[in-house]
């Protein structure tokens, strides 16, 4: 909704100033000009990108209009499977963790936590070091160090799609100028016509120069900076399991293993420790 609604605002904007101030808006329609900036466009993200980052962009519009993956009611459900699991160590031993870490699909465990359970790479993220604390793995510095070389590969991946938008952006008011220039030509061709049919060439030339700012500076950009920030923000789901783990292999308990994660999410998302205790308090741990 917040997509659509700044799209709204933009056009209603641009274009209704422009009418209300006497503008002609058939001019405005040069949809050559369009297919010379936005296909130039298109062709040189081709060019500048690698096949995983084409790919990876093809869901940025879903992720623009969801906006961040995790709610309030998501935190509050990592915090309840981290002192799920925690809890499970803590009565019955660290090899009580195997069936639901080895098979996580078919763990009754995190069936109990299906926003979780269904998001694979978080999944991937608690049961691998999980599975590194099983073997015998409990130095706290070298699992903190693997976790932020894990986490900031993962923050590359998402910042290349940024970069890629960013730099369509940069690049979008220069080809807005070539599809002007272009027009100019055009109309250097016809330099023999009467000058009110001269001046709707030239206008219509100039429209690319528009064109070219104005989806740059009201589309790309902005939507550079949505994913910048949905990004950052999802980023703090595995900030708080890596923040949560670590707590717990240095000896911590439950509650206060899942309290260091907590501590770990932006205010606007953060449950309340009264929330979670609330929460954690019927949770039944798995066999």
Do not use: W
Request: glycine residues 10%; proline residues 5%.
């Amino acid at each position: 909704m917040r997509l659509i609604v700044g799209i709204i605002i933009v056009i209603a904007s641009v274009i209704g100033g422009y009418a209300a101030m006497g503008g002609h808006l058939e001019v405005l329609i040069q949809p050559f000009e369009a297919l010379i900036i936005l296909g130039a466009a298109f062709g040189a993200f081709v060019i500048g990108n690698t096949g995983p980052v084409l790919k990876q962009c093809s869901g940025i519009f879903k992720s623009l209009i969801r906006g961040p993956r995790y709610n309030k009611a998501a935190y509050v459900e990592l915090l309840g499977l981290q002192f799920t699991l925690f809890k499970l160590v803590q009565s019955k031993g660290m090899l009580a963790l195997e069936p639901h870490i080895e098979n996580p699909k078919e763990s009754s465990l995190f069936a109990q936590f299906p926003t979780f359970a269904s998001n694979h790479h978080a999944v991937e993220f608690m049961c691998d070091y999980l599975r590194m604390v099983t073997l015998g793995t409990n130095n706290v510095h070298e699992m903190d160090a693997l976790m932020d070389e894990e986490l900031e590969t993962h923050h590359q991946e998402n910042h290349r799609v940024v970069n890629a938008i960013q730099a369509l952006a940069d690049g979008t008011p220069a080809l807005g100028i070539v599809a002007a220039v272009l027009g100019v030509i055009k109309t250097m061709g016809s330099i023999s016509e009467p000058p009110e049919v001269l001046g709707h060439m030239i206008g219509g030339a100039l429209v690319g120069t528009f064109l070219g700012v104005f989806v740059a500076y009201a589309f790309f950009g902005p939507m550079a900076q949505a994913l910048r920030n949905i990004y950052e923000a999802e980023a703090k789901y595995f900030l708080s399991m890596k923040v949560g783990l670590l707590a717990h292999i240095s000896g911590n308990p439950p509650v206060m293993a899942i309290e260091f994660a907590r501590k770990m999410l932006m205010s606007e998302d953060r449950p309340s420790f009264t929330e979670i205790d609330e929460a954690t308090a019927n949770l039944q741990i798995a066999a």
